[in-house]
T-cell receptor
């Protein structure tokens, strides 16, 4: 099935460090979303982006909708142990109902 | 409960058997999605329902996979003659409205049904 390219695939960082991950597509998207999945749970929405160039924050999380509309970035500042999980980007093309997910970034935070 | 409910949470079956996975969306949510998550992989889109109709079935991997939704509520994903490569977590999500509008509705996910085909 169709998936977005997301990198890095995994990250192992120390508590307090900042984290950056990104997602790219060969297609233009009108909406970019970032989800987090805890073990044994379904993904939960973190941030939604609706306009090219938009920069949105949610606490320590900041996400940007790329100007080209083909990419998006998520930054986590001052990571804490509960940030552990899998982060997924997701994109929605114009006038479609198919939300395409990235391959995920697995984050491990060590105290 | 108030969230998306999926059953069974775990299913182990033998190759060649049929399985049914059920999704109970949040009450009032018109849009319902099925995704598949293989081990260590992202979420693979399978099918989307708006009400009882499925405008997009393009993600179904083969004709062994089918899904229906009745009464604009419960949905069932059926896999016939299961194969080992069908082993995955099947996630269902619902939203108040579909995505093809200026303000897309937030997608709420269930905890998934883990399918293991021996």
């Amino acid at each position: 099935g169709q998936q977005l390219n997301q990198s890095p695939q995994s990250m192992f960082i120390q508590e307090g460090e900042d984290v950056s991950m990104n997602c790219t597509s060969s297609s233009i998207f009108n909406t970019w979303l970032w989800y987090k999945q805890d073990p044994g749970e379904g993904p939960v929405l973190l941030i939604a982006l609706y306009k090219a160039g938009e920069l949105t924050s949610n606490g320590r999380l900041t996400a940007q909708f790329g100007i080209t509309r083909k990419d998006s970035f998520l930054n986590i500042s001052a990571s804490i142990p509960s940030d552990v999980g899998i982060y997924f980007c997701a994109g929605l093309a114009y006038n479609t109902d198919k939300l395409i997910f990235g391959t995920g970034t697995r984050l491990q935070v060590f105290p | 409960g108030a969230g998306v409910s999926q059953s069974p949470s775990n299913k182990v079956t033998e190759k060649g058997k049929d399985v049914e996975l059920r999704c109970d969306p949040i009450s009032g949510h018109t849009a319902l999605y099925w995704y598949r998550q293989s081990l260590g992989q992202g979420l693979e889109f399978l099918i989307y329902f708006q009400g009882n109709s499925a405008p997009d079935k393009s993600g179904l991997p083969s004709d062994r996979f089918s899904a229906e939704r009745t009464g604009g509520s419960v949905s069932t994903l059926t896999i016939q003659r299961t194969q080992q490569e069908d082993s995955a977590v099947y996630l269902c999500a619902s939203s108040l409205v579909g995505w093809a509008i200026p303000q897309p509705g937030e997608l709420f996910f269930g905890e998934g049904s883990r399918l293991t085909v021996l």
